[in-house]
């Protein structure tokens, strides 16, 4: 009995046969699995879930902040934890590009299971694969669906500023272009629906709905009336407002009820509604969403998943970082 395994080594394909037997000596599948740290590591997923429990517990938006650095990793050179890396004065990374800059947080939180991690079963596990476990147990812990992350991927020893900055959507864009950023990374406009749901938690900053609350008319006023005090005209740029005001930091269907009523807080969400040009067909999605609330989890699980896939680095491809913030030091 032959099979046949492909494996992607460092730029070039292999083509293995190998009998089962060989397969037991230890050839790595470039594919993820949710087994792949159950023999190297079987306390990794335990440790991540309890750290962030804990973390969510001490502050709720945690939750919040480590499902956004799971995705702004994903959309940028797949989920490889380059989003993880800091500046050096040898290396750029993502972390000072416009939608990350004194924006981005977790990083402790991350930090903190890599090191538990490093003294469970040194060498093993990669900060790609925790930031993707973390943003699951993040989202669970606020309420949200809960989906099986397949692992094994691999951490980048590179970064990517410029995609950081054009591939990541920004909020003040219009329907055709979050379309656009989220086909250019194979979502669909179904999927682009169902992911925006995600702010279904966390927080804004006032520089990035103030336009919206003094210039725009698809806005509900006395919503709008609501969010200038915390935001004024001039100054307060750093302010914060929940992204969805009736449940702040409970993952559920408001913020698409909220899209309804016009109270979508900033401009690229309430787009999602208010604008017609797909033939209602995301105005749809978000009125069925606000009426099932099962159907998005179910949806924004699936959503998640594939997100989680994106581009990942497998077999012998990148690192297991040992620092999830540094490139590792050239081996002596
Ligand atoms: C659809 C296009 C999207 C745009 C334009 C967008 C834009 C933004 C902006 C401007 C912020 C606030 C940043 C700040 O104030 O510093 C933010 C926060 C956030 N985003 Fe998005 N985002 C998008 C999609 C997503 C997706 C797909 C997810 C996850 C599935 C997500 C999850 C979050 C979360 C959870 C926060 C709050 C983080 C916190 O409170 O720490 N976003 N987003
Ligand atoms: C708890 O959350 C606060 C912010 O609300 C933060 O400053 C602090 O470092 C957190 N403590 C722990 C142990 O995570
Ligand atoms: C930068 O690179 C040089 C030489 O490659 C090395 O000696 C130095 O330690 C590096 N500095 C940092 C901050 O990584
Ligand atoms: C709808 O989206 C189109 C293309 O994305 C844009 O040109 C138009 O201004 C938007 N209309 C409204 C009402 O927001
Ligand atoms: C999107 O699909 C194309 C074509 O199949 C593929 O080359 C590319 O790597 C995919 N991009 C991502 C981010 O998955
Ligand atoms: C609102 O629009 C007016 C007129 O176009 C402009 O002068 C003002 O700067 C805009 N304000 C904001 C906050 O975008
Ligand atoms: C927002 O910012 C302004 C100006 O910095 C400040 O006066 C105001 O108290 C802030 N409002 C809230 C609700 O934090
Ligand atoms: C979009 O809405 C405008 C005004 O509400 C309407 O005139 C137009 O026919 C609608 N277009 C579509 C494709 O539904
Ligand atoms: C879109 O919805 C509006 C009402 O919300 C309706 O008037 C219009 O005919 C719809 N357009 C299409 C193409 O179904």
């Not at 699995?33 to 709720?60: H, M, Q, R």
Request: aromatic share 10%.
């Amino acid at each position: 009995m032959a099979t046949t395994t492909s494996l992607s080594v460092s730029g070039f394909k292999l083509k293995l046969c190998l009998t089962l037997l060989a397969c037991v000596i230890g050839v790595t599948s470039a594919q993820l699995s949710t087994y792949f740290y159950d023999k190297s590591c079987p306390g990794a997923l335990a440790t991540i879930k309890k750290a962030v429990k804990e973390a969510v517990k001490n502050e709720s938006r945690m939750g919040a902040s480590l499902l956004r650095l799971h995705f702004h990793d994903c959309f940028v050179q797949g989920c490889d934890a380059s989003v993880l890396l800091d500046d050096t004065a040898n290396f750029t990374g993502e972390k000072n590009s416009f939608p990350n800059a004194n924006s981005l947080r977790g990083f402790e939180v991350i930090d903190n299971i890599k090191s538990k991690l490093e003294k469970m079963c040194k060498g093993i596990v990669s900060c790609a694969d925790i930031l993707a476990v973390a943003a699951r147990d993040g989202v669970f812990e606020l309420g949200g669906p809960k989906w099986d992350v397949p692992l094994g991927r691999r951490d980048s020893t590179t970064a990517n500023l410029a995609e950081s900055n054009s591939a990541l959507p920004a909020p003040f864009f219009d329907l055709d272009e979050l379309i656009k950023a989220f086909h250019d990374k194979n979502f669909t406009v179904k999927e682009l629906v169902t992911l925006s749901g995600g702010h279904s938690i966390g927080l804004v900053r006032c520089r990035f709905f103030r336009t919206r609350i003094y210039n725009e008319s698809d806005i509900n006023p006395a919503f709008a009336e609501e969010r200038r005090l915390e935001c004024p005209f001039e100054g307060g740029d750093n302010n914060f407002s929940a992204f969805d005001s009736a449940t702040p930091f409970k993952f559920d269907n408001s913020f698409y009820k909220n899209l309804l009523q016009q109270k979508g807080l900033v401009h690229s969400d309430q787009q999602l509604f208010t604008n017609n040009s797909t033939d209602n067909t995301t105005k749809d999605q978000v009125d069925r969403y606000s009426r099932d609330m099962g159907q998005f989890k179910k949806d924004f699980a699936d959503a998640m998943l594939k997100m989680s896939k994106m581009t990942p680095l497998t077999g012998l491809a990148g690192e297991i970082r040992q620092n999830c913030r540094l490139v590792n030091p050239p081996s002596t």
